[in-house]
């Protein structure tokens, strides 16, 4: 089993070096061949992984350990020198930092022979979501690339397919220092993607994500420190032997939780994340739906045992539901459509680090469900973008009025992605039901109390907002009783299509799929499964019912009515103009943009930090 | 209640939403100093619009005007059938947004500005909901409404603040003065209604009777098992509410929204937090 879990780092690998092998226009089929071929070869690898006996741990030869430094300081010196060349204070000095820092814990990390790899459930949900989504974008990108430079085409896709290796490395090394190098890896590989255009906005917002991150990996690195210092800990393995015990000192968990919050753009560094819509459409992809960001989510898992009901999980609960909700209320401000994307992923990202901080086993449940979902309906939406501004010149809300007369098939799919983050009965409700349903078990806390409000309306927030855009597309003039499918590409509908068809179908089996997919997850990382039981359609919970007929009922409403909209025209009625009252108005109509909310932008992030503050000091026992 | 309790109680709501509208325009008419119109008023408006010679701008945004009719009858059967009340309250949300995509849908100022004032009334009070649903599970132990139906505990004396901050928002719910921003007659003439006419409209007309029923047997659950109390409180809330709707100015759509973020929703968690502290 251990041969397909390095399969698992190094088929990506070899693919993307030989897709990076193989330039020029010519060859262009081939690389598309190349990297269709990695996604039945990814998923039958982690399918293997999925059915093996879990967890697996694999103990590293010397030679890769040693490896492993090189690398560090190789990747730490290029930092710096990017930092240098392109002038940029912060990132000279915090890669300077980090050196310092990583040559401090190498000194004083003491032998262990704990194995290095830790391939648990978590591990092989996290592969499955890459290989599937994360390939599914890779194949996105090599239509995308084909409409833009053929001539970087080679670049982009390895780029694409060797970052995917990484995040197959990353969540399933059990040493922390070897994590710290994944974890840059990954800041390496969004500084890479974000800059691809070259242009000045690009690398400004490049070299903005570098530096951000890199306070991420500054952030691991003392948490390394301490858990050296007053526990000789240096393995996830062994930090989760602290679970249960009184009494234990918080430091490292609460850097690396910090660590997480940086990863997952958690305000008051978010900004990095916004800066990534200025790269290739599948770059925004891949950092916001399949991978790169999921790593927050993740680390926030694995800990989630040991600062479960402490009060670093009480304060990131509050500070991630803070993010959910602000979040949220600035993307109604946006009139980029990538960027409402972005805020909206910041702001689901909160949600699912706060249900993994309540560390309960239908928490935790609810976070992987989230993580599922939104990994397949945020890359859903942003291959939609990259369709709406490549095939329909659309990139800001204005340009997608009336979209529906033109592109039926992407207004349609855009408003399922729309619909499936906010509206039961999708996964994404289930799971912010289930974490409500949750944390009104725990009302005497406060942190509890403030979770349920957030949840509730960061939710109608985002419903607010995606119903904002939904309508301005499916804004019409008049009646149309023909109307032509748009032409897709068929690269386009492949690598979207499944993940339509996922979001629905997974939605209708939501108790089938959660019993028997996440919940043996969930046992990974609490211990025991989530007591939910599967009766048919019908979601069994502890206090409550989802029954099937709503499910089915609501998909009624929700996806064939709005579909079967497009065939009802009702006869024997007369069309006429609009009414407005009589009054000749101009029917031009604009968006709302909400200037009202810009006003409280500085008062969000000042919380922000504090709350950012508090959750370091206090969550991690610095005091 | 079993399923079909529920189903008929949910078809004949129209019926009794009919009535209540009926009767809530006689009181409403009593407290300005007028007679009102006869009780079967809404009635004799629905077979007159029923009448009417069908005009509509396009099948789509007529369609939404049924299914928004649809949507709420079935969340209103989600709610009656003794399921999950949280999941309930989120089909109301689903309900209005076939409301809301339908004004959206025409190039009507009125319409888009009320639909996009619809989503704020939603902004407004669905924490609020949320958080009574937490505080009656709380109380009796079950998110199931028949459970909270059966229930020995009355939710009102533990959760007094709570209610009155729902009694509070409930003319946010029903669009009523003053928190009628979304359909505001003197200024956007119905919001999202105003391009409805005829059957189309009727349809529009005739779900927010429903609403009423949903409404006021939200109100109903705060007596928990003891169903006399629920009908005193739901003839409290029902004057209340006219009331209120008779002697006040509406207010903008930020005022509400502040009114329930800042008042409403922090009187409920007082009471949330005080009644979990003393239990735990």
């Not at chain 1, 800059?195 to 890199?214: G, P, T, Y």
Request: aromatic content about 14%; hydrophobic content about 55%; charged content about 10%.
């Amino acid at each position: 089993m251990e041969k397909v879990v390095y399969a698992l780092f190094l088929v990506p690998w070899i693919l993307a070096a030989a897709v990076f092998a193989l330039p020029g226009a010519s060859l262009h089929r081939l690389r598309q061949v190349l990297t269709f071929a990695s996604l039945p070869v990814l998923v039958w690898l982690t399918y293997l992984v999925w059915n093996s006996h879990l967890p697996i741990t694999m103990n590293s030869p010397h030679w890769l350990k040693v490896l492993f430094v090189v690398y560090d300081y190789l990747l730490l010196l290029y930092f710096l020198y990017q930092g240098v060349k392109f002038k940029n204070f912060l990132v000279s000095v915090l890669a300077l930092f980090q050196l310092f820092l990583l040559t401090w814990v190498l000194l004083i990390m003491p032998e262990s022979s704990v194995p290095d790899f830790y391939v648990d459930r978590l591990t092989a949900f996290m592969f499955l979501i890459v290989s599937t989504v994360g390939t599914l974008i890779c194949i996105y990108a090599t239509k995308y690339m084909e409409q833009e430079s053929l001539e970087r085409e080679n670049r982009f896709v390895a780029i694409l397919l060797w970052f995917l290796g990484v995040m197959n490395l990353a969540v399933s090394v059990n040493n922390v220092e070897w994590f710290f190098a994944l974890f840059e890896t990954t800041t390496l590989a969004s500084y890479v993607l974000i800059r691809f255009r070259w242009d000045e906005v690009s690398l400004k917002n490049a070299l903005r994500a570098l530096w951000m991150n890199q306070v991420g990996g500054i952030a691991i690195l003392l948490g390394l420190l301490f858990g050296i210092k007053y526990y000789g800990f240096t393995h996830f393995t062994q930090f989760l032997t602290l679970a249960g015990k009184p009494g234990i000192v918080m430091i490292p968990l609460g850097f690396l939780a910090v660590s997480a919050l940086v990863k997952g753009a958690q305000m008051p560094f978010h900004r990095w994340l916004l800066g990534a819509m200025v790269a290739p459409t599948p770059v925004s992809a891949i950092l916001h739906s399949a991978t790169m960001v999921k790593i927050a989510p993740y680390l926030i898992l694995r800990l989630s045992p040991v600062i479960k009901g402490t009060l670093l999980a009480k304060l990131l609960i509050v500070t991630t539901g803070f993010v959910f909700v602000s979040a949220g209320l600035l993307a109604l401000t946006q009139d980029n459509f990538k960027k409402i994307l972005a805020y909206s992923t910041i702001s689901l990202l909160g949600l699912m680090m706060l249900t993994a901080s309540m560390g309960s086993s239908m928490a935790v449940l609810a976070s992987l469900t989230l993580i599922l979902f939104h990994a397949v309906v945020k890359a859903l939406l942003f291959m939609e973008a990259g369709i709406m501004e490549k095939l329909f010149k659309a990139k800001y809300i204005e340009d997608i009025r009336r979209l529906i007369e033109r592109a039926p098939i992407t207004v349609t799919f855009v408003s399922i992605g729309f619909m499936s983050m906010t509206i039961v009965p999708y996964g994404i409700f289930v799971a912010k039901w289930m974490a409500i349903e949750e944390a009104s078990n725990f009302l005497s806390h406060g942190a509890y109390v403030g979770s349920i409000i957030f949840m509730a309306t960061g939710g109608v927030i985002l419903a607010l907002l995606y119903f904002k855009v939904i309508g301005i597309m499916t804004r019409k003039r008049g009646e149309f009783y023909r109307f032509n499918l748009e032409k897709l590409p068929f690269v386009y509908l492949v690598s979207t299509v499944p993940l339509v068809v996922f979001v629905i179908v997974g939605s209708i089996f939501i108790a089938a799929l959660l019993q028997a997919s996440v919940n043996p997850v969930v046992a990974a990382v609490v211990g025991s499964p989530a007591p939910i039981s599967a009766k048919g359609l019908t979601l069994v919970t502890p206090v409550s019912e989802l029954y099937g007929w709503q499910i089915i009922g609501a998909f009624v409403l929700l996806l064939i009515v709005p579909i079967l909209a497009y065939f009802v025209h009702f006869t024997g009625t007369d069309r006429v103009y609009e009414y407005t009252c009589g009054e000749n108005v101009k029917l031009n109509i604009g968006t709302y943009d909400f200037f009202c909310i810009q006003s409280v932008e500085p008062f969000v992030e000042t919380t922000a930090v504090a709350l950012f503050i508090l959750t370091l000091i206090l969550g991690g026992g610095l005091v | 209640m079993s399923y079909w309790e529920a189903f008929i109680l949910t078809l004949i709501s129209l019926v009794i939403g009919g009535f209540i509208y009926g009767l809530e325009r006689i009181v409403r008419a009593r407290m300005q100093g007028r007679v009102g119109p006869p009780l079967l008023q809404p009635f004799y408006d629905f077979f007159k619009l029923m009448d009417k010679r069908s005009i509509i701008i396009h099948s789509f945004h007529a369609f939404m005007g049924v299914m928004y009719l649809i949507g709420t009858w079935f969340a209103l059967f989600v709610l009656l059938s003794g399921g999950d009340l949280l999941i309930a309250i989120f089909f109301h949300v689903l309900s209005l947004a076939f409301l809301v995509v339908g004004g959206f849908s025409v190039r009507s100022p009125y319409s888009v500005i009320g639909a996009m004032r619809e989503l704020l009334h939603m902004v407004a009070y669905e924490p609020l909901y949320v958080l009574s649903a937490a505080a009656l599970y709380l109380v009796t132990g079950t998110f199931q409404v028949s459970g909270i139906l059966h229930s020995n505990h009355t939710p009102l004396f533990y959760l007094p603040l709570l209610f009155v901050a729902v009694l509070l928002s409930l003319p946010a719910i029903l669009k009523k003065s003053p928190f009628d921003t979304a359909e505001a007659h003197q200024e956007i003439i119905g919001g999202p209604e105003i391009e409805y006419s005829g059957k189309f409209y009727e349809a529009v007309y005739t779900a927010k009777w429903i609403e009423y029923i949903y409404a006021f047997f939200f109100i109903f659950l705060f007596a928990g098992g003891n169903h006399i109390l629920g009908a005193l409180l739901v003839i409290f809330s029902f004057f209340f509410f006219n009331l209120l709707d008779n002697v006040t100015a509406r207010v903008n759509f930020r005022q509400m929204v502040a009114f329930h973020w800042y008042i409403l929703i922090p009187l409920a968690v007082i009471n949330l937090m005080l009644i979990a502290l003393w239990r735990s």
